[in-house]
């Protein structure tokens, strides 16, 4: 499928696959249905929900063999979580400062150093 991340990528390729666009809409939408009397425990469950389901749907529907990328993309959701609120903000967990510079730093970085063509030339 196109998601899988190949070695002649340029960083613009990589940048916009190692975000997990389909969950975090996926999430945003939930979040918007849940009553306001439940959001503490609905943003929690439909978030760990959708954690555990991130690398299940690059591997089974986007066909992502690549471990590295499967574990980097989930690990982009939960930045993205993050920068959104989501149940962080219930948990007393959240800043919004810290969540901007967080996601600035990881989205602008992950692709400058997840690159295939590196890794293969390094096992070689």
Do not use: C, H
């Amino acid at each position: 499928m196109a998601r899988e991340i190949k070695t002649v990528q340029n960083y613009q390729d990589r940048l916009l696959k190692l975000i997990p666009s389909e969950i975090v809409g996926a999430y945003i939408f939930l979040q918007g249905v849940i009553p306001q009397a439940y959001a503490r425990w609905g943003t929690t469950v439909v978030a760990f929900i959708l954690l555990v389901m991130t690398p299940l749907y690059l591997n089974r529907i986007q066909k992502v063999k690549r471990a590295d990328q499967v574990m980097i993309t989930t690990i982009s959701f939960v930045v993205w979580l993050y920068s959104l609120g989501g149940p962080f903000q219930f948990w007393g967990l959240y800043e919004a400062w810290i969540s901007s510079v967080i996601l600035v730093l990881w989205t602008l970085a992950v692709p400058l150093f997840f690159n295939p063509r590196l890794t293969q030339m390094a096992s070689a």
